[in-house]
């Protein structure tokens, strides 16, 4: 049976657990952290980075790192005219209205840079368990509307991912309190 992982894929950190003998374990990153920053970071002729490495190069090199960027997924560049204002990125009007992040004239999709993080998430999951993992469940704000949510899972999929089902993240608190509050009356 293939293994499902949970990601909780969040404006600021991105973490990632799995179900083992019926108890959720949360998996490591490369770096031993449990979370890993939501930040990507663009080097002009090595790629990218994500994580923390992303993060320490945001001072040196902000014009070429991306973070926040689950504040544009899904999103119109009409929509999100006030929020670029708290973005070091630079974002532009994509085909259809999309917002981009524009990083050396290359126009990113929200999604496409969401996938870096993914694929880090699922690498650190891979290694943690010690096989590929292929499935997903992914949280995401109550608020975000479907356009949002398919792009949750375009992001999934470009990531390498089947995104077995896009859940809210305030049900998702309630599920943990709930499981919670049982083990604690069985003490």
Not at 156 to 162: D, E, H, S, T, V
Request: hydrophobic content about 40%; aromatic content about 4%; overall charge positive.
């Amino acid at each position: 049976m293939d293994t499902i992982i949970a990601i909780d894929l969040g404006t600021t950190n991105a973490l990632v657990s799995v179900l083992q003998s019926g108890q959720p374990s949360m998996i490591t990153n490369q770096e031993g952290a449990r979370t890993t920053p939501s930040v990507v970071a663009f080097r002009k002729s090595r790629g990218w980075l994500v994580g923390e490495e992303a993060r320490r190069q945001s001072v040196t090199n902000p014009e070429q790192t991306i973070y926040s960027i689950k504040r544009l997924i899904g999103r119109h560049y009409r929509e999100v005219i006030g929020e670029m204002k708290g973005l070091a990125c630079k974002v532009v009007r994509g085909d259809h209205d999309q917002a981009r992040a524009d990083i050396d004239s290359h126009k990113q999709f929200p999604a496409e840079i969401s996938a870096m993080i993914l694929l880090k998430l699922k690498a650190s999951a891979e290694a943690y368990l010690g096989r590929e993992v292929t499935k997903a469940v992914i949280t995401v704000p109550a608020c975000f509307n479907e356009l949002q949510r398919q792009a949750t899972r375009d992001a999934g999929k470009i990531a390498g991912l089947n995104v077995i089902r896009v859940v809210n993240e305030p049900t998702v608190a309630a599920l943990a309190y709930s499981r919670h509050s049982k083990r604690t009356k069985e003490i």
